[in-house]
């Protein structure tokens, strides 16, 4: 069942505003412990960010604020669990790309609309993708791996953490910009894809910087260029795709918190307040980025805007790849 976009309780709330009554509510706010679902394993990026901004959330509020690992249909089941908890500011998810992806993938499949059924809190960091290349495929540079695609058309594979994620989606992006046809294998997570990588058995694949960077460092596959508007802080060597002749093409993947629908906008904003706090503080600045990620922290607002734009960004490309999940 669709939760309400603004059921009674959240419109008493706005019709209120942000007066006295708001006010002394979110100064009050919270006076128990606080969760964020994590609707994947632990150990990933997603549980990773999450684990990053509780332990200081915590001490800034003075309450626990517990993650929980609820994993499963590439997101669903946990974040349905957020979508359907009460609109408090005491339940909280972190969403990957796959959460934008999955409206247009599982349109009309899932238990809860994407965008209606959340009150977005915060876009908390993203991390642009890196391209790495098997190094069994002849050449140095991206514009090599693309003219041998071309030349040898559907003989060339890459791989991806499976279908759906941004590593999917930004390769079917790539192959749409440049006409290259290559043969998508899914595996079940990164490791497994970037073992054949280094084997050979495919040819590409897009992951982020930190899961790559030690094989790079090995000399085991080759960094081909980073999907961002700019070279990164974390990698300032690494060239961007863009530089490759790709005008804008840029593909990250990120962590975004939110709440379920209706949740109190006051509350919202100073959830969001205090993420942008932690994550911009020099030392935890620092260990993002050693991570490959770059600090966003963005306002409600701003995170409602951006998830919208990925929903249709990818919804765009899922229907002109003709990706299914089948």
Not at 20 to 39: E, G, K, Q, S
Not at 171 to 178: H, N, V
């Amino acid at each position: 069942m669709h939760q309400p976009l603004l059921p009674r309780r959240g419109l008493a709330i706005l019709a209120a505003g942000l007066g006295p009554a708001a006010t002394a509510r979110a100064a009050d706010y919270p006076t128990r412990p606080l969760r964020i679902i994590v609707p994947y394993t632990p150990g990933g990026t997603t549980d990773i960010a999450a684990r990053l901004i509780a332990e200081p959330l915590a001490k800034a509020f003075g309450q626990p604020v517990i993650v929980e690992n609820r994993p499963g249909a590439n997101s669903i089941v946990g974040a349905a669990a957020a979508a359907t908890s009460p609109a408090d500011g005491y339940t909280l998810v972190m969403v990957l790309p796959a959460h934008a992806a999955n409206a247009t993938l599982q349109a009309g499949k899932m238990p809860f609309d994407a965008i209606a059924s959340f009150a977005p809190v915060s876009l908390v960091v993203s991390a642009p993708l890196v391209l790495a290349g098997s190094r069994q495929v002849p050449g140095q540079t991206l514009r090599d791996y693309l003219d041998h695609a071309r030349k040898n058309p559907g003989r060339m594979n890459y791989g991806s953490s499976g279908i759906g994620a941004t590593a999917h989606l930004a390769m079917e992006l790539l192959k749409l910009r440049t006409g290259a046809q290559m043969e998508h294998i899914p595996y079940r997570g990164t490791q497994p894809a970037l073992q054949d990588l280094m084997a050979g058995n495919i040819g590409l694949l897009f992951d982020s910087y930190s899961t790559l960077k030690p094989q790079f460092e090995a000399g085991a596959i080759r960094p081909l260029g980073i999907a961002a508007r700019e070279r990164a802080a974390f990698a300032p060597d690494l060239p961007t795709i863009i530089e490759a002749g790709l005008p804008d093409f840029a593909a990250s993947s990120w962590c975004m918190l939110l709440a379920p629908a209706g949740t109190p906008p006051d509350l919202a904003t100073r959830l969001s307040s205090e993420v942008a706090r932690i994550v911009r503080e020099p030392g935890m600045t620092t260990r993002l980025q050693d991570l490959g990620f770059v600090v966003e922290g963005r306002k409600p607002a701003e995170t409602a805007a951006f998830l919208q734009a990925e929903v249709v960004r990818w919804g765009e490309v899922i229907r002109a790849a003709k990706v299914t999940l089948e």
